[in-house]
Nanobody
Framework: QVQLVESGGRSVQAGGSLRLSCAASGRAFGDYPVAWFRQAPGMEREFVAG????????YYADSVRGRFSISRDNSKNTASLQMFSLKSEDTAVYYCATGGRAAVTSTRPERYDYWGQGTQVTVSS
């Protein structure tokens, strides 16, 4: 079992930056890829970024590639999403997710077994 808790979401102006964190508990965290998803009101949950269990490989949605950076620190059981050049369309609840059935390129939410409660990011223009 893995428990995930996101933090760092807040309101920010367009063009600004924000860093989201995901704190994990459970021995298996370091064995699994980690992903960030987001969900805007009335929209489906969408993949944002993923990182391999070792942190050596990362994968991004086209909409955020070049602006967002995912990282992890297995010694601290944490993962992060650094977001730059934020746009109003980045407004959403952001979730971190992990699980043994996922690969670093898994973009479908059903591949992930463990989810946090989400953190709200609001970008105003």
């Amino acid at each position: 079992q893995v428990q995930l808790v996101e933090s760092g979401g807040r309101s920010v102006q367009a063009g600004g930056s924000l860093r989201l964190s995901c704190a994990a508990s459970g021995r298996a965290f370091g064995d699994y890829p980690v992903a960030w998803f987001r969900q805007a009101p009335g929209m489906e949950r969408e993949f944002v970024a993923g990182i391999s269990w070792s942190g050596g490989v990362s994968y991004y949605a086209d909409s955020v590639r070049g602006r967002f950076s995912i990282s992890r620190d297995n010694s601290k059981n944490t993962a992060s999403l650094q977001m730059f050049s934020l746009k109003s369309e980045d407004t959403a609840v952001y979730y971190c997710a992990t699980g043994g059935r996922a690969a670093v390129t898994s973009t479908r939410p059903e591949r992930y077994d463990y989810w946090g409660q989400g953190t709200q990011v609001t970008v105003s223009s």
